[in-house]
């Protein structure tokens, strides 16, 4: 019996000095690793020249093999501890790449958004048509009875320009009041507006998850009010003069909120159509393009927000109007359908 508890403290002291000589004959690599990953999670990776980039690959296997050994002898759970954390962290610098959040958002804007764009024809299509649908209903109804205007447009959106009002009125409306172009009055104005029309399109995109029918009924009643509106104007023979007004920031903010329509269609067509996957896996592959759409349609609500704050009212000259609108839509065009490309088909 006495042996038997005392061969207990051998045992033990045993263990002690086999980890200790474990420890010993490899720690010198481990210390090595752990400031080259260190270096590596401080400078990336390019900030490693050849030689450092190559001993850092060699001493991780090796510490995989020491930290296998040490579960496998049952070391002493601090240096398996170590180890443990050790290989993790070498483990991100060796396959993970290092990214920068700046490197992100080019790539987001170069690739992902205009390739997401690209293979998302049919939501676009939907978006798009929901707007026109509307816009041309709310025009020809406007003319077979104006009383179809009060049921289109609010009343506080309205501001006056509404069946009954006088062309002078109206005209004010399109070229406004000179002494309001304070810089302080337009960058306020430019704020509410991008709040008021991202507001729109994140209710529009968030309820493309029920089968993307509310996306379409927001969008095409969003048209109404616009085709209602024109109609108002055209009435007055004032129609060139809305057209260009309109265009100065309707060309991306309209497209903006027919892309948003866009996104919560894919998420409809995803849960509605999923075809051979599973609801869940068709929601999680099409939500990647869905949230690009989503960003999309927000950096153009931002573009829109400040051309319509501060632009429109302090350039008065439609044609410049139409210039500066349908450029930007050029310019939208021309980025997402030629962007991203090469790097598409090598994916």
Known sequence: MT???????????????RSARFRMLREPGWRKLEALVKQAETHGLAGLNYTE???LAALYRQAMTSLALARDISLDLALLNYLDQLCARAWLVVYVPQRSLSGAFGRLLRQGIPQAVRRSLLPLLIGFS???LGAITGFVLFFRDQSWFYTFVPGG???GRAPGASV???RDTLYGDASLHSGDVLTAFAAYLFSHNTNIAIFIFGLGIFWALPSFVLTFYNGLMLGASFALFVQAGLGYDAFAWLSIHGVTEISAIC???AGGARLGLAGLMPGQMSRRDSLRLHGRDAVKLFLLAGLMLLVAGVVEGVLRQSVTS????LLIGWGLGGFWVLWLWRSGRTSGAKA
């Open 318 to 321: 439609p044609e410049a109007r």
């Open 168 to 170: 002078g009125y109206l």
């Open 130 to 132: 929901a707007m026109m």
């Open 259 to 261: 892309i948003a329509c």
């Open 3 to 17: 042996d038997q508890f005392s061969a207990s403290p051998n045992r033990i002291e045993a263990e002690l000095l």
């Open 157 to 159: 959106l309205s501001d």
């Open 53 to 55: 980039a190559k001993e």
